[in-house]
């Protein structure tokens, strides 16, 4: 106890060394709770709290001098570090990806560009979008941001076509071989189709949501993208973001979205387009 009370003199000592040591704690306290909400509602949060009731275990184990208990939960500290970084990858790389989205710099310095995708590909993507909710056909659609997908995109099918809302209608349309799985948009272009994306394992999804709505949370907690998803069973429009599923009433709504999201609230007003049906479709309830 003496010990403890020693080291809180030292750490709060009048002098320089005081101020970088309250400098030192902000940080860390800092990072720690950017990473809980990185990983809140995980599997990651639970393995989390398991380690919790790990360590306090090996702290009563000792106090209580539970020896046997104790030499094995000490054994077990050997080999624990090993073990989690090795079954639990894909949620480190979430929260080391998502460090580089807490706002401690400049984006342009992590190469993001305000305007991830033209104004006349995001109005062909909401006038698709519109068009597929009406038909009650479902559909998933990736926009990148500031992380590439190349590797999603390796286990689909190349298209490398513009994007234009006739190609995605067909892309979707339940008779076409490319119809079941995601199609990855970058900047104007859509790269590939029938791609397939990491389930998202958030215990608190909506049980209403399947594995189209799960795929699509799935990737955007993994990556700086932005989803677009049309229910088949219901025709209605959500837009996934950061894990987070936000549901879209109308197409003006989605384009505004969109826009906020893709193009730093650039391009809220429409263009003028040469097929004004097309712009109609954009505007129609999707939900």
Not at 31 to 48: M, S
Not at 50 to 76: F, K, N, P
Request: glycine share 10%; hydrophobic share 45%.
């Amino acid at each position: 106890m003496n010990e403890w009370q020693q080291s809180n003199r030292d750490l709060f000592a009048p002098g320089q060394q005081a101020f970088v040591n309250v400098i030192d704690i902000l940080l860390v306290t800092f990072l720690v709770y950017h990473l809980l909400r990185l990983i809140r509602g995980t599997r990651a949060w639970r393995v989390v709290l398991g380690v919790g009731v790990y360590i306090l275990a090996l702290v009563l184990s000792d106090y209580l001098e539970l020896r046997t208990v104790h030499w094995v939960l000490e054994t077990g500290k050997l080999l624990g570090p090993v073990a989690l970084a090795i079954l639990f990858l894909p949620e480190l790389r979430q929260a080391i990806e998502g460090f580089a989205r807490l706002g401690l710099w400049p984006e342009r310095f992590i190469g993001h560009d305000h305007e991830s995708i033209r104004g006349d590909a995001l109005e062909e993507i909401v006038a698709a979008t519109a068009e597929l909710a009406e038909q009650m056909t479902g559909a998933l659609i990736v926009i990148e941001r500031v992380t590439t997908l190349d590797a999603v995109v390796e286990n689909g099918v190349p298209v490398k076509a513009q994007v234009t809302a006739p190609l995605l209608g067909a892309i979707f349309n339940e008779g076409s071989p490319l119809h079941d799985g995601a199609a990855i948009v970058r900047s104007g272009q859509i790269l590939a189709a029938a791609c397939r994306l990491p389930l998202s394992e958030n215990p608190s999804i909506d049980s209403r949501y399947h594995m189209r709505h799960r795929a699509g949370i799935g990737i955007s907690e993994q990556a700086d993208c932005v989803v677009v998803i049309v229910s088949e069973e219901r025709g209605l429009v959500s837009v996934a973001i950061d894990g987070k599923l936000i549901t879209v009433s109308t197409g003006k709504h989605l384009r505004e979205l969109l826009n906020l999201e893709l193009r730093g609230g650039l391009g809220r007003k429409p263009r003028r387009r040469r097929h004004r049906d097309s712009q109609d479709r954009g505007e129609k309830k999707v939900g």
